[in-house]
T-cell receptor, first 109, second 114 residues
Framework: GQNIDQPTEMTATEGAIVQINCTYQTSGFNGLFWYQQHAGEAPTFLSYNVLDGLEEKGRFSSFLSRSKGYSYLLLKELQMKDSASYLCAPSDSNYQLIWGAGTKLIIKP | IAGITQAPTSQILAAGRRMTLRCTQDMRHNAMYWYRQDLGLGLRLIHYSNTAGTTGKGEVPDGYSVSRANTDDFPLTLASAVPSQTSVYFC?????????????FGPGTRLTVL
């Protein structure tokens, strides 16, 4: 079957660094997406990884290990506006996105 | 219009009533999707359309139907609403379906079935 695991909730301090992990099992694999979703809003695209390694985009970086079925999202210099849910979504053999339940990130001053 | 719009924004519906959720995109995307999002669960795919004139069933299609008469519109119909269909519904689109593409989401419709 297809399964996505990510922590339900994490808390971090403003200005700090946080890493949100995601492990996945899918029928085939065509890359992995990370989306951000603020409360009451729609998900918005953050990053996409298809090859192993780290992709850096400003304060956000995403890592992928295909052999381990593992990805993480790294957020640096946390700001209050980063309080949101972060959704891990691998793409399966049919290019359908399989969505995790999301990690709710709480930023404290 | 810029991107994807959904209507209504929210709705309270009596059980047994018929309801159509509307979705329109102006990006000329071929693929469109309907998801429901419930607390503690990931987005679950209800139905999808790879191109105008075609539709397919997702993970949770029962009780829902869709049509894709043209590229821009992808309405979702609940023929006879039940309380378990209380959820937030998101419409999304992507340029194509046969390769990896970012999905763009509408603002969502919050539906309560009593």
């Amino acid at each position: 079957g297809q399964n996505i695991d990510q922590p339900t909730e994490m808390t971090a301090t403003e200005g700090a660094i946080v890493q949100i992990n995601c492990t996945y099992q899918t029928s085939g694999f065509n890359g992995l997406f990370w989306y951000q979703q603020h409360a009451g809003e729609a998900p918005t695209f953050l990053s996409y990884n298809v090859l192993d390694g780290l992709e850096e985009k400003g304060r956000f970086s995403s890592f992928l290990s295909r052999s381990k079925g593992y990805s993480y999202l790294l957020l640096k210099e946390l700001q209050m506006k980063d309080s949101a849910s972060y959704l891990c979504a691998p793409s399966d053999s049919n290019y359908q996105l399989i969505w995790g339940a999301g990690t709710k990130l709480i930023i404290k001053p | 219009i810029a991107g994807i719009t959904q209507a209504p924004t929210s709705q309270i519906l009596a059980a047994g009533r018929r309801m159509t959720l509307r979705c329109t995109q102006d990006m000329r995307h071929n693929a469109m999707y309907w998801y429901r999002q419930d607390l503690g669960l990931g987005l679950r795919l209800i139905h999808y359309s790879n191109t105008a004139g075609t539709t397919g069933k997702g993970e949770v299609p029962d009780g829902y139907s869709v049509s894709r008469a043209n590229t821009d519109d992808f309405p979702l119909t609940l023929a006879s609403a039940v309380p378990s269909q209380t959820s937030v519904y998101f419409c999304a689109s992507s340029a194509t379906s046969g390769s990896v593409n970012e999905q763009f989401f509408g603002p969502g419709t919050r539906l309560t079935v009593l």
